[in-house]
């Protein structure tokens, strides 16, 4: 689909444990990279609407208003099925792993009493059926509030014009012609007009997208939905317990066979990241949830597809503190998110990776994977499932 309207772009900083060099013009120094096997400590996937916003404010675009429609394009559907995962105990965290992150480390002990979860993400169905019955408004249809976006900005950062506080989302965009892995805005673009309903802009549909995850979806968008059907969103010790699916010192959902052996595991991407996506898991972009082989508790799409949104604040030295703190039973994360690269916006958790990872880049559906997420900022690959406890009896 070809849009008719401009994006907004942005650079982003790409900090990478071993050092690369930036002068390369080409896919096939990308391609050299990745075969060296480089790795992030920030992700590609960490982006935020202030960075967005603030290089905008720099290299001012044409703006783009968004042509807002308010109906609902799918039907709405309530239903959602959850199955028990049990109590138990696990060594939380990576083992010593060439793919793995510092934040993945130290593994540690943790105790997860048993609750019921949701057999796969959200839907654009379920979500719809949500904002049917409240008319909740996620944040990527508000105007973005600039007293809270002024805070996560650096200090005497002018106010912009009301055109680009204009309601919009992060949406990915292939492109063929990316020069280096450090410069973000090469394939992430602030949309304005892409929210949940219009996952590419204005002018695009959830329309035959019934069960795909729902996506632009915000910490406070998400907190919404399970307020609404009497849910919660997972700890980070309860999704990671869970996608481990009742196996212990395991890569991934399904155990260490690896993606690219035996039968399609989940969607990710295939071929060289971000020039072209071979599509050999069967999907270019979304895969409709339940496309893939359950793990061992009966739960779906564990790795890949889309980001998952948990409850935890993010503190990359949080895992330190709970093998030196003893922290074991239901840990539910810091108090605070700690961030220094972006101290002043506000980061939660995210897991599960999604179908922009591969395991020359970013690897991130290995099951111990984590990462900061930007609460206020929406984007086209992440979304989240619900969880519940279980009714206590006298």
């Known amino acids: 689909m070809i849009m008719n309207h401009k994006r907004l772009q942005f650079p982003l900083i790409f900090i990478f444990v071993t050092m690369l060099s930036c002068d390369d013009n080409g896919s096939k120094k990308i391609a050299d990279l990745q075969k060296k096997g480089s790795k992030c400590e920030k992700s590609c996937c960490d982006q935020s609407r202030a960075e967005a916003i603030n290089k905008t404010l720099q290299n001012r675009g044409d703006s783009i208003r968004s042509r807002e429609s308010y109906s609902i394009p799918v039907t709405p559907d309530s239903s959602s099925n959850m199955v028990l995962i049990p109590a138990g105990d696990f060594l939380m965290g990576s083992k010593a792993s060439k793919m793995a992150l510092a934040r993945e480390f130290p593994k540690h002990?943790?105790?997860v009493s048993a609750f019921y979860m949701d057999i796969h993400e959200v839907t654009n169905a379920q979500y719809a059926a949500f904002i049917e019955a409240t008319g909740y408004q996620t944040m990527a249809e508000r105007p973005i509030n600039w007293t809270v976006l002024k805070e996560q900005l650096p200090e005497d950062t002018p106010k912009p014009t009301s055109d680009l506080l204009q309601p919009?989302?992060?949406?990915?965009?292939?492109?063929?012609?990316?020069?280096?892995?450090?410069?973000?805005?090469q394939w992430w673009r602030w949309v304005?007009?892409?929210?949940?309903?219009?996952?590419?802009?204005?002018?695009?549909s959830i329309k035959g997208k019934e069960n795909e995850p729902v996506v632009?979806?915000?910490?406070?968008?998400?907190?919404?939905?399970?307020?609404?059907?009497?849910?919660?969103?997972?700890?980070e010790a309860e999704w990671e317990w869970a996608a481990r699916g009742g196996l212990k010192k395991k890569t991934y959902p399904w155990g260490n066979e690896p993606l690219d052996e035996g039968s399609q595991k989940c969607n990710y991407w295939t071929g060289l990241f971000p020039v072209k996506n071979t599509a050999i898991d069967g999907y270019e972009g979304l895969a409709p949830v339940m496309t893939y082989k359950a793990n061992g508790y009966g739960?779906?799409?564990m790795a890949g597809n889309v980001w998952e949104i948990c409850s935890d604040w993010y503190d990359e030295n949080y895992y330190q503190r709970c093998l030196d703190e003893l922290i074991i039973n239901n840990p539910s994360g810091p108090d605070t998110w700690y961030y220094p690269r972006e101290p002043q916006d506000p980061k939660r958790v995210v897991r599960g990776g999604s179908f922009l990872c591969n395991d020359s880049y970013c690897s991130s559906y290995r099951v111990s994977a984590r990462m900061p997420y930007s609460q206020d900022t929406g984007m086209s690959h992440t979304g989240f499932r619900?969880?519940?406890?279980?009714e206590k009896t006298d």
């Not at 919009?168 to 805005?185: A, C, H, Q, R």
């Not at 619900?386 to 279980?390: F, I, Q, S």
């Open 299 to 301: 739960l779906y799409d």
């Open 109 to 111: 002990q943790v105790q």
């Open 192 to 204: 304005q007009g892409a929210n949940w309903k219009h996952p590419f802009g204005p002018e695009s």
């Open 386 to 390: 619900c969880v519940k406890d279980l």
């Open 168 to 185: 919009g989302s992060m949406v990915f965009t292939p492109n063929k012609e990316v020069f280096n892995l450090i410069d973000f805005s």
């Open 216 to 235: 632009h979806i915000c910490y406070e968008d998400a907190i919404a939905y399970t307020e609404w059907c009497g849910k919660r969103l997972p700890t």
